[in-house]
Structure formats: structure tokens, C-alpha cells
């Protein structure tokens, strides 16, 4: 049976991804939020910690290992620098040197931000990572390619659909808002290749079932480029919420966050691989018909999220 340690599995793609495992012995580690799903063997641990990355390898020692925990930007206000770097960086060195030491081969979640804008940007495009998250993930690529072995690097766009974890998206957070007749304001000049976070996770578990190549990059991303206004008014017409309540912002109010402004990707590994996402308007209408699952996700513990 392939043995997998898969980190960040009570996060926003994790516990989707927990949810599609099959025959695979998965030992799913997470640090604040336990994973639900009866599929994979939760392990709690602080990946800050080095001593409990090397004890587990060594009694796991795992074909595969999946390496999702990160430090996000939605987080990244409330954690300090050092944290961030330790994280997402110096953890990655740790995994990919274990990975090496065990032959395991590592599948890693990067992001399209490493990117200087662009269209068609293949995966041998220019980088120019402008905020910190991009460049801790860039720096955690760079160890990767140096201390890896077997492995594959998915630069990923953003993510889109229900969360089911307690982390949540602007997916989430501009559906709420609207659901509760607030106002959302959206960027109208930021353009990705936004990717649901479901074919994401299905994309992981038949790239495993693939025979890849000992050493990869590659887009992984939805084939239509939009911007997070584009998507929340799509997502309004679907849902029947009120547009009027969407508002177009500039991307440039983040001053301390900056960003490329146009990062369309080139999708032909993907392609090739026969990983074809759908359209963002068919996984809305799969998300619109499916909602009694996602639902009791939107709500928290001590109160409604949003009024029905
Ligand atoms: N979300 C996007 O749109 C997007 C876009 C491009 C790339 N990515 C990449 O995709 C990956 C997954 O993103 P996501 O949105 O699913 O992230 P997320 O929802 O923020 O989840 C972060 C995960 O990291 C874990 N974690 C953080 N610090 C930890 C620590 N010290 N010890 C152990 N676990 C720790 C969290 O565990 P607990 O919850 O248990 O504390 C959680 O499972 C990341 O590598 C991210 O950079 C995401």
C-alpha cells in the first residue's frame, strides 16, 4: 500500500484532499485543527520542530510525501517574519532532505506569485516575487531543486470553492458577505488562473498514479483567466445574490502586499498529463447543486456565519 505524509491536511486544499484518498495509507499531519475525515491517520505536530519531522520519517518512511503547510497570505499579518520564513522555507529544506534521505518522492504547492507578469507564462518564465509569502515560496522552491531528489513542483494559482476546514478563502469570505447582504469589495485589475480547490486535490491523487518524471515544475491552474471580480459576479449570477453589492477595488491598495498584475499561465503540462479542470462556471453549478454538503462549512461553532 503507498505510504504517504501528507502536511497541511487541516487546511483549505488538505482537508479536500483527505476527503479523496482511497487505498492509500495516509498520515495526515496538522497543528492547531484536526482533519476529519476517516480516510488518512491524523498526527499532530509543529513543523518547526525538527527533531519530530525526522522521527516520523524514519518510522513512516513514505513513498510519497505531500508538503501543503504553509503560512498563507490571509495569515500572514498576524505572524511574524522569522515565523513565515521558518515555515515555509526551512521546514521545505527539512522535508526535501528528508524526502531525499528516504527516497520519497515530494509534491510540493508553490504559487503563480513567483511570477513577473506575463501571458502564456510557461514555467520557464521570468521570476520576480514581490511580496514576502511569493518569496518565501520561491525560497523553498530553490531548496527543493537543491536538496531534492524525486519531485514535483506545482506553481499553483489561486484557489477557489467551499472550504471545508476552518481556514477559509476569498471564495468563502465574498460568498458570506453576500449571503449576509453585505458589500464585497473585489480586485478588478489582478488577473489569475484561479483553480477549484476539488480538482486540485483529485489532480494530486492521479499525479500519483502517473509515472512523473524524477524532477518537475509545473503550472497548476484553471484554463480561463479572470480576476476576483470577474469570479464573485459569476458567482453572484449563480447563487442569485445580489451584484449590486460587489465593488470594484485596485489590487494597488495593498501597498504592503504587492503583486504581478497579470499572471496568465500556460497550461500545456497540464494538458499533457490529461489533468483538465472544468470551466468556473460548471464548478459553480456543481458547487450550487451539492450545497447541503457544503453548507454546515459556512457556519461556525458559536454563531451563524450568514442568515439563512
Ligand atoms: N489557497 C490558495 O489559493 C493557494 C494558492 C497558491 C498556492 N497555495 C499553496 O497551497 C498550499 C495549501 O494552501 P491552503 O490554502 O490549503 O493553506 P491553509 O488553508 O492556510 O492551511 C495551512 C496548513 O498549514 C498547517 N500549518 C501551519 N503551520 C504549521 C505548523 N507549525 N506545524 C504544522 N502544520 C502547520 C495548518 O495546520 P493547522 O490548521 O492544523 O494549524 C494548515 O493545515 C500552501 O503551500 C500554499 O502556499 C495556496
Redesign the pocket.
Known amino acids: 500500500m503507498t505510504r504517504i505524509i501528507l ?9 479536500h484532499l483527505c476527503r479523496f484518498f482511497e487505498e492509500e495509507k495516509v498520515f495526515a ?7 476529519q475525515s476517516d480516510k488518512v491517520e491524523p498526527i ?5 520542530n525538527d527533531g519530530e519531522l525526522n522521527f516520523l520519517f524514519k518510522e513512516i518512511k513514505p513513498d510519497y510525501v505531500i ?6 497570505p ?2 500572514i499579518s498576524n505572524v511574524d517574519d522569522k ?1 513565515i520564513f521558518q ?2 522555507v526551512e ?1 521545505t529544506k527539512q522535508i526535501a532532505s528528508l524526502a531525499q534521505s528516504y527516497n520519497s518522492f515530494l509534491i ?6 513567483i511570477y513577473d507578469d506575463g501571458d502564456n507564462i510557461k514555467e520557464n518564465h521570468p521570476l520576480n516575487p514581490l511580496n514576502l ?1 511569493a518569496q518565501t ?1 520561491l525560497q523553498a522552491e530553490n531548496a527543493i531543486l537543491r536538496y531534492g531528489k524525486y519531485f514535483l513542483i506545482l506553481r ?5 470553492g467551499f ?1 471545508i ?3 477559509k ?2 471564495f468563502d469570505l465574498s460568498f458570506i458577505q453576500l449571503k449576509n447582504n453585505q458589500e464585497v469589495r473585489a480586485f478588478y485589475d489582478q488577473f489569475r488562473n484561479p ?1 477549484f ?1 476539488e480538482d ?1 486535490a483529485r489532480f494530486i491523487i492521479e499525479l500519483m498514479k502517473i509515472k512523473l518524471s524524477d524532477e518537475d515544475v509545473m503550472n497548476f491552474c484553471g484554463f480561463e483567466k479572470l480576476s476576483r471580480f470577474e469570479m464573485v459576479m459569476k458567482t453572484a449570477e449563480i447563487f442569485d445574490l445580489n451584484k449590486n453589492l460587489i465593488l470594484k477595488e485596485s489590487c494597488e491598495i495593498l501597498t504592503n502586499y504587492k503583486t504581478a498584475k497579470n499572471l496568465g499561465l500556460n497550461f500545456d503540462k497540464m494538458k499533457k498529463l490529461n489533468l483538465i479542470p472544468n470551466s468556473y462556471e460548471q464548478n459553480l453549478l456543481h458547487l450550487k447543486k451539492n450545497f447541503d454538503f457544503y453548507e454546515p462549512f459556512l457556519i461556525n461553532n458559536q454563531n451563524k456565519v450568514f442568515k439563512k
Request: glycine letters at 6%; zero cysteines.
Open positions: 502536511t497541511g491536511s487541516s487546511g483549505y486544499l488538505g482537508s499531519l496538522y497543528y492547531n485543527n484536526k482533519p499532530q505536530i509543529d513543523l518547526s508538503h501543503l503547510a504553509a503560512v498563507i490571509s495569515n515565523l515555515i515555509n521546514v510540493f504547492t508553490s504559487t503563480d506569485l509569502y515560496k499553483t494559482s489561486l484557489m477557489y472550504s476546514s476552518p481556514h478563502s476569498f483553480l480547490v486540485a
